[in-house]
């Protein structure tokens, strides 16, 4: 067993369900989704009696669990955003199988006593050339600044919060009065499409003016926020989130819009200011079809990283398992998994991260495959130095029961060596975040 600092989360959420635009979610699928599952749970009720015993009872069971799962999500989404990273650590102590005990987590044969947690802010904007006519009530906006003061609000909350009766009911594994673990560092949500190149500047001025990749300051400032967000401080967040599904073009065709990515770029190379990018075709999708698949194509990032090879990002949801149709990986699974590769290979500061992926054991195991894969070994070895744990907690809910569960799954597979697991959520990360660009 080996001692380390922290853990790192580097890929969750904070937010809860008035954070998000579900117009624009269902402006994109109420035509297609919306029918096909009626139709499909309704064709399930009619064939489920005509099933054989054992098979109606295989199917009740997965029926079942999609709901509670879905109920569990929906659980932590209707908690007040203050509680939420007390449901985390009250999760991380929780008996049977916890895995932080007084001030220590144990995963994967090393042992952490700080752990550090990157909730990825999502701008949701719902800008007015988005209105609909076929609405007689247009969308409001959804602003990231609100959601921003509530996730700061939430911080607070968290560092403030003493062990007493009240809290105890609520969050029995907390009433040990044990020290805070956590150090919550959050990425600001940006999607460029919204703002013009002189919001954009007072934007990031505004929270970034500070920023020097200090986690010592980041800590020191932590819980200070007073709920006045004119005087948040320039040094408050880690990085910026951007997510193609919502709308962000990692590179336009439009000379407009490109000049504001690029000021984006140019901003986070100066500053060093680490990104990290939605990189699946899934998740909260709010665009047509060919946005979508122009958006999230990969070969955005390389003209991106052609033109800033200094940038630091993560690609997030690193491809490993693929998405298997009769046993076989689409080869445009194969074709994205190779070209996230490639510019981690080729660039110093690319990295990727596997966010709700690593919710099972098969993910691990083809993991390991792809690493041992590449054939020159300093490629295995780079590839290692650049994956990143992360948990899309709370929206993995969908796959696992619990936040404690994910990691446990991680914490335990066999497929990965200890120093693999402890570079992947210690090592790793901590330099992702915190340590120096390559130029």
Not at 5 to 11: A, G, L, M, S, V
Not at 281 to 290: D, K, T
Request: charged share 25%.
């Amino acid at each position: 067993m080996t001692n380390n600092d922290t853990f790192y989360d580097i890929h969750l959420h904070a937010f809860t369900l008035s954070h998000p635009s579900f117009n624009a979610f269902l402006k994109r699928f109420k035509i297609r989704l919306f029918p096909l599952a009626a139709g499909a749970f309704l064709s399930l009720l009619l064939v489920i009696p005509a099933l054989s015993p054992r098979l109606r009872s295989t199917v009740m069971r997965t029926v079942n669990r999609l709901l509670r799962r879905a109920r569990n999500l929906l659980s932590v989404m209707e908690s007040d955003i203050g509680s939420f990273f007390l449901i985390i650590e009250n999760c991380l102590r929780e008996r049977p199988g916890r895995l932080l005990k007084d001030s220590e987590m144990t995963v994967g044969g090393n042992s952490y006593r700080r752990i550090v947690l990157t909730p990825l802010m999502m701008d949701f904007g719902y800008k007015s050339r988005h209105n609909d006519p076929s609405l007689h009530y247009q969308p409001g906006e959804k602003p990231i600044v609100a959601q921003v003061a509530d996730v700061f609000n939430a911080i607070r909350k968290y560092r403030a919060t003493a062990t007493t009766p009240d809290l105890a009911k609520k969050f029995s594994f907390l009433a040990d009065g044990a020290e805070r673990i956590l150090e919550v560092y959050p990425f600001l949500g940006l999607n460029t499409e919204n703002y013009d190149i002189p919001h954009l500047e007072l934007m990031l001025e505004k929270y970034f003016h500070d920023y020097r990749r200090s986690r010592a300051e980041l800590a020191a400032s932590a819980g200070n926020f007073d709920g006045d967000i004119e005087r948040l401080k320039g040094n408050s967040f880690t990085g910026i989130k951007v997510y193609p599904p919502l709308g962000f073009d990692p590179w336009p065709y439009n000379p407009e819009l490109l000049s504001r990515v690029n000021y984006l770029y140019d901003y986070c190379c100066r500053k060093r200011l680490p990104i990290t990018c939605h990189g699946s075709r899934g998740g909260f999708v709010a665009v047509s079809p060919g946005d979508l698949q122009d958006f999230t194509r990969i070969s955005k990032w390389a003209s991106v990283l052609a033109a800033y090879p200094s940038l630091k990002i993560n690609i997030a949801h690193f491809p490993a398992n693929g998405r298997r149709f009769f046993g076989l990986v689409p080869p445009a699974e194969q074709d994205r998994l190779q070209a996230i590769i490639a510019l981690v290979l080729k660039y110093e500061n690319v990295y990727a991260d596997f966010a709700m992926r690593g919710a099972s054991e098969r993910y691990y195991r083809n993991l390991r495959f792809i690493i041992d894969s590449l054939p020159d070994k300093k490629h295995r070895e780079k590839l290692t130095e650049r994956i990143l744990f992360g948990s899309d907690f709370a929206i993995n809910l969908f796959s696992v029961d619990s936040y404690n569960r994910y990691i446990q799954i991680f914490s335990g597979t066999p497929y990965l060596t200890a120093e693999q697991k402890r570079l992947f959520c210690s090592v790793n990360p901590e330099r992702f975040l915190f340590g120096e660009t390559t130029p």
